[in-house]
């Protein structure tokens, strides 16, 4: 069965990008796989469960424990989501909201959500979408894009009480560690 998207995309380039020919020799995932690990990433592919589900990737960054657990697979040719995800002890309140609500507005590429889990503890993800074909040049703007992202969403005014629950903290002044 072959998905026919009722609108289109476009390159870096700002062309319109023909995701019917996507698939390449090694396949988006594995070329991806290959330069996030060439990035210090360390990947694994987890085997779907059933017939009917995509193979995802899974990561994290070599230099650094606290990075988040990286997540991708391609739903359909020619895109590819990643998501990284993060836990908090801190409580959501009226202001975690807000917080999400202007970070979103100020990010290129990703978009964060959180979630509540029944003890009042928060969980957040960031999601991208990589679109077309894999290229070294287009991954590596799509990836200093995802870093200049969370760079953003770490200094942003609020970052510490809202995703730590630290009142105390001088908000937008944490240096990038």
């Given amino acids: 069965m072959e998905h026919s998207p009722e609108f289109s995309f476009t390159g870096l380039?700002?062309?319109p990008l023909d995701l019917s020919k996507t698939?390449?020799?090694k396949g988006v995932l594995q070329l991806i796989r290959s330069h996030m690990e060439f990035l210090g990433y360390s990947i694994?592919?987890?085997k779907p469960r059933h017939d009917d589900e995509k193979p995802v990737?899974?990561?994290s960054h070599s230099r650094n424990n606290n990075r988040p657990r990286l997540r991708f697979l391609e739903p359909t040719p020619g895109i590819v989501l990643f998501s990284f995800h993060f836990n908090s002890s801190a409580k959501v309140s009226?202001?975690?909201g807000k917080f999400f609500n202007k970070a979103n507005k100020e990010m290129y590429l990703l978009k964060v959500y959180y979630e509540v889990s029944d003890d009042g503890n928060m969980s957040f993800c960031f999601e991208g979408v990589y679109c077309g074909e894999y290229s070294k040049s287009a991954f590596s703007h799509f990836h200093d894009t995802v870093q200049t992202d969370?760079?953003?969403f770490r200094n942003f005014e609020g970052h510490d009480a809202v995703i730590f629950g630290n009142?105390?903290?001088?908000d937008g002044n944490k240096e990038d560690k």
């Fill in 13 to 15: 380039d700002g062309r």
């Fill in 23 to 25: 698939r390449q020799k």
């Fill in 44 to 46: 694994e592919r987890r």
């Fill in 57 to 59: 990737f899974l990561g």
């Fill in 94 to 96: 009226l202001e975690t």
């Fill in 150 to 152: 969370l760079r953003c």
């Fill in 167 to 170: 009142e105390d903290a001088q």
